[in-house]
């Protein structure tokens, strides 16, 4: 793994062969499809709750249609331990 087994990097890995993901700090995201396509983005702010988010929509946007896009853009927002809204990509 080059991530947790509970990271975007992984999942995708696992879910869409032949993909490289990768994560990297201060909100950094690289991935290199099968096809031969590839991306990088960095957020501005360095944090990385809108990672998946962010990620799941480029993916979309590009074509790549997997079950994982949809896990990768989950991101809740959690108050008192119970879901009160989310964290989404607005491009």
Not at 6 to 28: F, H, N, S
Not at 40 to 68: E, N, Q, S, W, Y
């Amino acid at each position: 793994y080059v991530a947790g087994t509970r990271r975007a990097d992984t999942w995708l890995m696992r879910e869409v062969p032949g993909t490289l993901a990768k994560m990297g700090a201060e909100a950094v995201q690289a991935v290199a499809l099968p096809d031969g396509r590839a991306l990088a983005f960095k957020l501005d702010d360095g944090g990385t709750r809108a990672l998946g988010p962010v990620l799941a929509r480029v993916l979309t946007r590009i074509g790549v249609d997997a079950p994982v896009v949809a896990r990768i853009a989950d991101a809740p927002l959690l108050g008192g331990g119970e879901r009160v809204g989310e964290v989404r990509a607005a491009f």
